[in-house]
């Protein structure tokens, strides 16, 4: 299976070069087919042209220029729109996402999940320096989210995930523009049926550079899409749900983490799946 992975970057001239190669180095030491898929978001900082060094350097790696507007949920969708692998992962350029749980999303899409997702707060996950305020709005946002849809999974706002190619296509049209993305793409790939696996992941605060994600701008983008997706998955009786969806009761189901799996991870893991 060929892999993609998309790093939206805005001004991530410090950071960038470090990301994107540990990244490529972690995936070529798996023997991964890959490709690495920077995406320049209107960087000032000459992000791009470091990017376009190290693709020179190898040709798994480029740098494209997104043809959106400014925004988080643009670049990504930018990627989104040129990547060639098989499966796709979404990181963050500013290096707070470990490339090690990069190759465990890719072990469970190899499993025959349709996505992979990672929580930093279930038991095995780790965060280093998470700043205290946006922490607490982040447990806030996601109780809300789990009360909401009821499906069992507590980090759902985390831009860092893993979808195979159809479940892309099924998501279809993406509408968040900007960080919002990070809600609306897990969401409808739950509730359109698709089976998904979470891990324990760790995150670690950037060291250099500055946040994109301001919160004041971003608690009625989050709230929309939440609202939208809600709506979605109670009013148009799974219309745009995939193909061949079949589930005979209501609401997500939980089921029994795999063994083989937890002893591969050396941790416990739940996969939740739509039959």
Not at 5 to 15: M, R
Not at 47 to 55: E, F
Not at 152 to 173: M, S
Not at 239 to 261: I, Q, S, T, V
Request: hydrophobic share 40%.
């Amino acid at each position: 299976m060929k892999v993609s992975v998309v790093i939206p970057a805005h001004n991530e001239a410090e950071v960038i070069a470090a990301t994107t190669t540990s990244v490529a180095h972690a995936l070529a030491d798996a023997g991964r087919d890959y490709e690495v898929i920077v995406v320049d978001d209107a960087s000032t900082d000459g992000t791009g042209r470091i990017v376009d060094g190290l693709a020179a350097r190898d040709p798994r790696i480029r740098c494209i220029r997104s043809h959106y507007e400014n925004g988080f949920g643009y670049a990504v969708r930018a990627g989104l729109d040129v990547f060639t692998g098989d499966a796709v992962a979404i990181m963050m350029g500013d290096g707070s996402d470990a490339p090690a749980d990069l190759l465990r999303y890719f072990d469970l899409l190899d499993e025959g999940y349709d996505c992979a997702f990672g929580s930093r707060f279930k038991r095995g996950g780790r965060v280093e320096d998470y700043p205290r305020l946006k922490l607490a709005i982040n447990r806030f946002a996601n109780l809300v989210i789990l009360v909401l849809f009821r499906h069992g999974y507590d980090d759902t706002t985390n831009a860092f995930k893993a979808y195979r190619r159809r479940v892309i296509e099924n998501l279809q049209p993406l509408v968040s523009n900007h960080f919002n993305l990070t809600v609306e793409m897990p969401l409808k790939a739950i509730i359109r049926g698709h089976s998904y696996a979470v891990v324990p992941i760790s995150w670690t605060n950037r060291t250099a550079g500055t946040s994109k994600l301001g919160l004041r701008e971003m608690g009625s983008r989050y709230l929309y899409i939440v609202l939208l997706v809600f709506l979605e998955h109670n009013l148009t009786r799974g219309d745009y749900r995939r193909p061949n969806y079949h589930d005979p009761r209501p609401g997500p189901h939980l089921h029994g983490a795999r063994e083989r799996l937890g002893r591969r991870f050396g941790r416990q893991h739940r996969a939740h799946q739509r039959r």
